[in-house]
């Protein structure tokens, strides 16, 4: 397996508890010959408005041309493409999705797609509603569906899917890619905890093959995923789970691990470390590193599709996703602690001797020279 | 010699104590109706007087002078607090022979019982607390300290508007609580404290209860009769005191639902302010009342300033409840020897409106210089209010009678007369 | 009516308080487990940073709002910012400053502190007057930099660099409702001190040293943090709109000064100061406590919009008094 990590730039952005966000927006690519590439759903440079920029196309009022031009091609085209683009990391400015901007229209790209399949699209919104995004396939193929702003029934985690199916030889070969936007302002409320639908991952029943992972969201509608946190990702194939299917995590810096779903369709999987800064001065706390979580599995099923017949059946799925250093990385108890009980002891002290010095007979009064 | 001139003189003195005494409470008995109630502490002062005073059976006594000796604290010790103020003409005699003419006759008379009743009180008395108010007072501890008596000057500020003399005053009542344990040998814990404080209130509730059945027209309760009661309450039976009391409060209250008047029904309402009347040198609510006006209010320290104020304490500990009994007897203390002593000239305003006072009656002892001094004061802001205001200086000897009878009763009848107009 | 009055007069309104504060105690700490949320700009400490509240603190998305770009001011943002203040001042007025001494749960805490000092006979401090006076003017100080810092973020203040945004919501950062409040479920994250950068470190260093600071000062005197609390500061520019208000009959007072003596944060004024009729300090905490110490008819009264809520009486008082016997 072949994996590269892209481009990745870094900004800042202010999220709704004031902390400062670095987002590193990163577009691994599988090679997962002989089988399809995964598809994989990333920003659009599009919508340039509150400073949503595609990992393709790094900087907006850059030609994106440049950039995109290989994109489109299937294959082994996109990846001698990606691998053109100069290494951006540790800038400032530039691609991020952020939690707390929302933006009145969200556009996405996705790699690749066989122009004999077939490319559906989907978004389930967070009240359950599904709509279709507007499509452009070909060269630079890639959905645009609108965000409207508010505290409506689209304040939430919109789940965005590109579900690609088609015959090849005697396999049904069906990708499906999702992402997971989240549209909130703080104006709008924070009424998340008392509405977990609005940040609780739900699955589109209509999708052939898709990845869940639990626990995403904070109440504050931030991105909660910490590394070291032990994921629970369960795979549904049309909204049932699918035991066996095999789940891989792959960490920004190519780390990645393979496991089987149980009977219920769940793995678990813990995330491993993988952020480590030159020097401590380099390290933040905001720090946004991403992994992608793969599923396939493939079934011995016969069938015909638009009346091409198969004998098998492959699914393969990504999510891509995004975590910050864990707070045990950077944040100590015992000195956090040692400092509390210090002023408690000292200031304890200090008021037990002013008083015992103050049981002395008189203050004196000390005159200002 | 000596000794025969000096039990000569207090074989004297007790006669013309006694006379005293039955004099007084011969003219109080002429008042028609006299509440039945009333009997108690009309006994109180004829048995105190007819034979060898005797203080409070059982306990330690501690002599108290001034308002601002914290009773609660002396119960909470075990003892019993027995206020040595003398109004008595005779002991006056007694201390004016070492005190000088021009000094206040409560301070004399104080001074010469204190003499008289040096081999019966010297060793019954634990303690005689002088709180530092006045000039007078202050001396006179250096006066009895000579007799055979435990002088304790309860340290005070000259004013109570800063926090630092507060804290002075709490610091000194503190030090007096400390003081205390060793002159009665008993601990002051916290709950003793508690419960002086409880009982104090207790008897501050029903004062003021009396205190308010004055306010309605027409007064129920003679003035005179009032002053008595308060006057018992120095002799240190607080429990005989609060049973009297409360009876002589259901007897008014009885009396207030039938309409009762205790004076005529337009009898001028009088406020008397000032030095305070004490058993027997009460000639001047006498002779108000008498002259058809009546007391319904009084701004006194043997009266209202005696028993009208309460504690309030945040946490039931000493460190909290002690200073709180000494804000109690500085902070709302309107006692002259404070200087500036706005609160007492608002709280005469203030009375004389929610008692409808016609008259202000101010009551000057010869040689108060204190009381002299702010008699100006106090006057000019009853005029602003049209408040008549008389000023009064006497001494406690009976020879101008004639004289204070003549100028309250024109006083009196000028009230009324204004009122009679004021009606057309 | 007249009957009904008398009782809450002659009543013992800590006692109620009392209970009041841990139904509010456990509306804001505990509330959220019950999808309860009473507002996000409430005008009291129901901290952010604690995940079971049933309401949050103004402050934080005040704080928040205030890295408002100055060019921004008159644009939607700005009108943001307005509508937060109008909420806040609401929510405010409603009860006035009552929401520290009923509602705010930090206070709450340190009324329990309080009652356990009590509980070991430990006497409380005050301040001498001077110093509570120099005090005072902290919260005022915190105030404006809960403003200035956040400012300083979106914006170049006299050419200045801008803040980082680990400066972000400063006052949080030192609040010690953000390192207690979540204690009461469970959660001691924000207890840890933050090494990720300079900024942070020296904030939570400073956090973590003002709960030691709280937890002591709040044992020995009693109402500790809320001298120096910029919510209060904050309160009090609208103070004077408020629906209940604390009013004094300057005439019947006699200054005995049990009001002052029973104040936890010690207002000498609501014993000395016979003028003012609004008798609300900044420092006052609307607990009712002066008014139950008075025993003067009528001196000391709580109001609601004018209709008297609860009076100083002097039979309510004796009647308190006497309570104090029976060990309760």
Redesign the interface.
């Known amino acids: 397996m072949a994996l590269r990590t892209v481009p990745r730039q870094r900004f800042?952005i202010?999220n709704?508890?004031?902390?400062?966000c670095i987002l590193l927006v990163w577009s691994p690519e599988v090679n997962a010959a002989p089988e399809l590439e995964p598809l994989q759903l990333s920003l659009s440079p599009s919508i340039p408005a509150g400073g949503e920029v595609c990992a393709m196309h790094p900087e907006p009022g850059t030609p994106p041309a440049r950039q995109s031009r290989p994109v489109g091609r299937p294959g082994a085209a996109a990846k001698s493409g990606k691998s053109e683009k100069p290494a951006r990391s540790g800038r400032p400015g530039g691609v991020h999705e952020s939690e707390h901007r929302p933006v009145p229209k969200r556009a996405y790209h996705f790699n690749d797609y066989r122009r004999r399949a077939d490319v559906e699209t989907f978004v389930r919104r967070p009240d359950g509603s599904v709509i279709t995004p507007d499509v452009h396939l070909g060269y630079n193929p890639g959905l645009s569906f609108p965000t409207p702003m508010g505290n409506g029934p689209v304040h939430g985690a919109n789940s965005v899917y590109v579900v690609e199916q088609g015959v090849d030889g005697d396999t049904l070969q069906v990708r499906t890619a999702k992402w997971i936007t989240m549209h909130h302002n703080?104006?709008w409320?924070?009424?998340s905890?008392?509405d977990k639908t609005r940040t609780q991952p739900q699955p589109l029943a209509s999708i052939p093959f898709e990845i869940i992972v639990s626990d995403l969201w904070d109440?504050n509608f931030h991105a909660a995923v910490k590394s070291g946190d032990r994921l629970k990702i369960t795979v549904l194939s049309y909204g049932t789970p699918v035991a066996g299917a095999r789940v891989t995590l792959t960490s920004e810096k190519g780390w990645s691990k393979e496991v089987m779903t149980n009977e219920q369709g769940v793995a678990t999987l813990q995330l491993i470390r993988d952020y480590y800064p030159v020097s401590?001065d380099r390290?933040?706390?905001t720090h946004r590193g991403k992994f992608l979580v793969t599923a396939r599995h493939n079934f011995k099923r016969s069938g015909s599709y638009r009346e091409q017949p198969y004998q098998r059946v492959s699914y393969l799925t990504t999510l891509p996703w995004k975590y910050s250093p864990s707070?045990q990385d950077?944040?100590?108890?015992r000195?956090?602690?040692l400092?509390?009980?210090?002023?408690?002891t000292v200031?304890?002290l200090g008021?037990y001797s002013y008083?015992d010095r103050r049981s002395k007979p008189y203050k004196r009064i000390s005159l200002d020279e | 010699m000596e000794n025969e001139r000096e039990v000569q003189m207090k074989r004297t003195t007790r006669l013309h104590l006694a006379m005293e005494a039955e004099e007084t409470l011969r003219r109080i008995r002429e008042f028609p109706d006299s509440p039945v109630a009333m009997e108690y502490f009309y006994d109180r002062f004829h048995t105190l007087f007819s034979d060898e005073p005797i203080l409070p059976e059982g306990k330690k006594t501690i002599g108290t002078m001034c308002v601002q000796v914290p009773d609660e604290l002396i119960y909470a010790a075990g003892a019993v607090p027995f206020r040595l103020c003398s109004g008595a003409y005779a002991y006056d005699q007694v201390g004016a022979e070492s005190l000088p003419a021009k000094s206040c006759p409560l301070v004399r008379a104080t001074c010469g019982m204190l003499q008289v009743n040096e081999e019966l009180w010297g060793d019954r008395l634990s303690a005689v607390v002088i709180p530092t108010t006045c000039d007078q007072k202050k001396k006179a501890a250096e006066h009895i300290n000579d007799l055979s008596y435990r002088v304790y000057p309860l340290e005070m500020p000259p004013s109570k508007e800063s926090e630092a003399s507060r804290f002075y005053w709490q610091e000194s009542v503190k030090q007096f609580t400390l003081d205390l344990q060793q002159i009665t040998g008993r601990k002051i814990t916290k709950n003793k404290v508690q419960q002086a404080i409880v009982k104090k209130t207790a008897a501050t509730e029903l004062y003021r209860k009396l205190f308010e059945l004055r306010k309605s027209e027409p007064s129920p309760l003679f003035g005179t009769d009032m002053l008595l009661v308060t006057n018992a309450y120095f002799l240190g039976d607080l429990d005989g005191w609060m049973t009297a009391a409360e009876q002589l409060l259901q007897e008014i209250e009885e009396r207030k639902a039938q309409k009762f008047s205790a004076g005529t029904r337009n009898a001028p309402r009088i406020l008397l302010t000032g030095s305070p009347p004490i058993f027997p040198n009460i000639k001047l609510p006498i002779l108000i009342e008498q002259s058809g006006g009546i007391i319904v209010a009084d701004e006194v320290c043997s009266s209202s300033r005696l028993l009208y104020d309460s504690v309030a304490y945040d946490e039931p500990s000493l460190n909290d409840m002690v200073p709180a009994i000494a804000d109690r007897y500085l902070k709302p203390c309107t006692c002259p020897c404070l200087s500036p002593n706005d609160d007492r000239r608002r709280k005469i305003v203030g009375m004389a409106g929610d008692f409808k006072v016609d008259g202000v009656i101010y009551h000057a002892f010869s040689g108060c210089v204190l009381y002299e001094m702010e008699q100006n004061r106090i006057g000019r802001e009853l005029e602003k209010l049209g408040i008549p205001m008389l000023y009064v200086e006497t001494d406690y000897s009976p020879e101008d009678q004639g004289q204070l009878s003549t100028r309250v009763e024109a006083f009196v009848e000028s009230i009324k007369f204004r009122k009679r107009k004021k009606k057309r | 009516m007249n009957r009904l009055k008398k009782t809450v007069n002659n009543s013992r309104v800590s006692r109620f308080r009392f209970w009041f504060q841990i139904a509010a105690f456990a509306l804001l700490v505990y509330g959220g487990f019950l999808a309860i949320n009473i507002g996000d700009r409430l005008p009291t400490f129901a901290c952010v940073f604690e995940d079971g509240r049933g309401g949050s603190c103004y402050l934080m998305g005040f704080q928040h709002q205030m890295t408002i770009p100055f060019n921004r001011i008159f644009t939607g943002r700005g009108i943001g910012v307005l509508v937060g203040l109008l909420t806040f001042i609401g929510f405010f007025i409603l009860f006035n400053k009552a929401w520290c001494g009923f509602v705010c749960p930090l206070g709450t805490i340190q009324d329990w502190l309080t009652k356990l000092r009590c509980r070991f006979s430990v006497r409380y401090s005050s301040y001498p007057e001077s110093l509570f006076n120099r005090l005072s003017s902290i919260k005022y100080i915190l105030l404006a930099l809960l403003i200035l810092i956040p400012m300083g973020i979106g914006n170049s203040i006299t050419g200045l660099p801008k803040l980082g945004h680990d400066w972000g919501v400063p006052f949080c950062m030192i609040c010690p409702g953000r390192t207690v409040l979540p204690l009461f479920i469970g959660d001691f994250s924000q207890l840890a001190i933050d090494f990720s950068s300079r900024t942070k470190m020296v904030f939570t260093a400073l956090g973590m040293g003002i709960t030691g600071l709280f937890f002591t000062g709040a044992f020995v005197k009693k109402r500790f943090i809320c001298l120096f609390c910029p919510m209060s500061g904050f309160h009090y520019i609208f103070s004077k709109a408020g629906m209940l208000r604390l009013t004094k009959n300057g005439d019947t007072c006699t200054r005995c000064g049990n009001c002052y003596r029973v104040c936890d944060v010690g207002i000498r004024a609501i014993a000395d100061d016979v003028e003012s009729k609004n008798i609300v300090k900044d420092d006052c905490i609307m607990c009712f406590k002066c008014v139950e110490a008075c025993p003067e008819e009528g001196c000391l009264k709580a109001s609601f919009l004018g209709i008297p809520v609860y009076e100083s009486t002097e039979e309510g008082f004796f009647k308190r008094m006497k309570g104090l016997d029976n060990g309760k």
Not at chain 1, 330 to 333: D, G, K, V
Not at chain 1, 339 to 344: D, G, I, R, S
């Open positions: 800042h202010i709704c508890v004031g902390l400062l703080c104006g409320g924070h009424d905890k008392f109440t401590w390290f933040r706390r707070q950077y944040a100590s108890y000195y956090g602690l400092v509390a009980l210090l002023t408690m200031s304890g008021v008083r």
